[in-house]
């Protein structure tokens, strides 16, 4: 069970987290997250290419290990980085310190002032202890979960939900990975179409 809009209640209880950006722009952040995955995460580059879009890219730790050649592609394209975790912890069932050791290891590898917890889900304290250990660091959430991981969704219901939803300064959350392929493969370049044919831009966080 997930939400497509973040609900306010959680933006409430975290108010410290990022959910979105100012509304008063036609700007838009593209994430995408649990990558890099060969393939998927070159398909994502292109399509991004084809809009001249840049984009925020959470990643594994472990996955930038296991290919870091689509890593160095991310690089090179000119999108932002993000820190995702090492081990796509999640973190109401894993005590601090270990998901901040983590986070740690993720951090040698991206080096980055964004940090987004795996399934959205953290503890108070942990929030506590990043801002503590990366005074500068930004704890981004969204405000538009395209729903791309889930099976049971079809990419055209996949593609509404991310239209229906988005505003300026929306935080849109996709998946490079395996799993979200078939809904992304559809989604993606037709939200990008639609999105540019509206005014929008899209900017990195
Ligand atoms: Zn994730």
């Known amino acids: 069970m997930y939400l497509v809009k973040s609900p306010l209640l959680l933006k ?13 722009d036609k700007v838009i952040y593209l994430t995408f997250d649990d990558g890099p995955i060969p393939d998927v995460t070159d398909f994502v580059l292109k399509t991004l290419k084809t809009f001249n879009a840049k ?4 990643c594994i730790g472990d996955n930038i290990i296991k290919h870091p050649a689509v890593f160095e592609r991310v690089v090179g394209a000119g999108h932002q980085l993000a820190n995702h975790t090492y081990n796509h912890l999640k973190g109401w069932k894993t005590d601090d310190q270990t998901y901040i050791e983590n986070i740690q290891l993720c951090q040698q590898l991206t080096q980055s002032h964004l940090f987004r917890p795996p399934y959205g889900r953290i503890k108070k304290s942990q929030v506590k202890r990043i801002k503590t250990l990366y005074p500068k660091i930004q704890i981004i959430m969204w405000d538009v979960l395209s729903g791309d991981f889930d099976l049971e969704l079809s990419p055209e219901n996949c593609y509404k939900n991310v239209i229906k939803h988005t505003n300026n300064g929306s935080i849109i959350v996709f998946h490079d990975s395996i799993k979200a392929f078939e809904r992304l493969q559809y989604t993606l ?8 044919q509206q005014g929008f831009t899209f900017a990195t966080l």
């Open 12 to 24: 409430w209880y975290y108010p410290s987290l990022v959910w979105n950006k100012t509304r008063t």
């Open 55 to 58: 984009a925020t890219f959470f």
């Open 189 to 196: 370049p037709r939200a990008l179409k639609y999105f540019q």
